[in-house]
């Protein structure tokens, strides 16, 4: 089991940066696919951010974050970090992190464990 724990979010002005963060305790962790995902107010489902390998060689990115944003992870810290650049409006939500075991999916229903959420609210 995983204990993940999000953070950083927050609120900026369109155009600037925030870092989101998502640590867990077990040693464990770097067994792990993680995913960032956000949910809208909205919204009725949680949509695919970004994702990394458990090794942190491969990341994939939706098409609407693609160059603004960019996934990492540190197995050493047992943490995944979204770094969000040029932020918009309409990224305003509430970001989850989730752990896939093994292999990641863009698929928010495949994941095993997930985050409490972290606000992020981009001002126009």
């Known amino acids: 089991q995983l204990h993940l724990v999000g953070s950083g979010g927050g609120l900026v002005q369109a155009g600037g940066s925030l870092r989101l963060s998502c640590t867990a305790?077990?040693?464990t962790f770097s067994s792990y696919a993680m995913g960032w995902f956000r949910q809208a107010a909205s919204g009725n489902e949680r949509e695919f951010v970004a994702r990394i390998s458990w090794t942190?060689?491969?990341t994939y990115y939706a098409d609407s974050v693609k160059g603004r944003f960019t996934i990492s992870r540190d197995n050493d810290k047992n943490a995944v970090y979204l770094q969000m650049s040029s932020l918009k409006p309409e990224d305003t939500a509430v970001y989850y992190c989730a752990a896939k075991y093994y292999k990641g999916s863009d698929d928010p229903?495949?994941?095993d464990y997930w985050?409490?959420?972290t606000q992020v609210?981009?001002?126009s």
């Open 25 to 27: 305790p077990e040693p």
């Open 56 to 58: 942190g060689d491969a």
């Open 109 to 111: 229903n495949v994941y």
């Open 115 to 117: 985050g409490q959420g």
């Open 121 to 123: 609210t981009v001002s």
